[in-house]
């Protein structure tokens, strides 16, 4: 069964909207554990929308479960990160003017900047993963680049809409999970996955987790962060995976 690695974002995100006190992302990471959460994932961004240096720091403090920093590679990030020593950092590119994070990282066209960073990191004893598209390419790259994980992109399969998309992008995500695992990488998917749409790839085999953030802190607004990740986790706990080929 792949864990469960719980996105708290957007309740920072609702915070901001009002530029007050609440809701709580630190507050949210532990109502997420309680709900039985293996990972709690937050971004630190450049321009700090919603997640700030002071949630970063509580949530290092607290957390008891694996706790991963998504981030960019720009030095001022990088060197927080260091700072920090989350258990996890998770590369992701960054675009301003972006709602969230949208497709790879290009490890293929920055591997000399990227590599920097992963060199870093690792030297702080952080274990180090890559956001990227499930391109045959981009993890061989990443591979090569030092990375200890990849979490790749599952955007594809999550607009897919009708039932040829959908299997092409289930065969996309195959190959990059093969990929992966025969590179020596572990093997995370995130983005756009749903309580609707999460079982068909929880059942793929060669995930070992999977980050899902805007599904789970929708559900929460009327049923309570506790039981809207607990639901999620029950569903992957039901979806035992298919055999390798």
Known sequence: MAQLGVNIDHVATVRQARRTDEPDPVWAAVEAELGGADCITFHLREDRRHINDRDARLLKETVSVKLNMEMAIAPEIVAIACGLRPTQSTLVPERREEL?????????????????AVTKLHDRGVVVSAFIEPVVEQI????EAGFDAVELWTGGYA??????????????LGRGVRAGRSSGLVVHGGHGLTYRNVARVARMPGFSEFNIGHSIVARSVFLGLREAVRQMKDILMRCEPEEDE
């Open 140 to 143: 061989r790259a990443a591979a």
């Open 159 to 172: 607009h897919a809409r009708t039932e040829e998309e959908i299997q092409q992008a289930i065969e996309v």
């Open 100 to 116: 969230t994070t949208e497709g790879g990282l290009d490890v293929v066209g920055h591997r000399a900047r990227i590599s920097e």
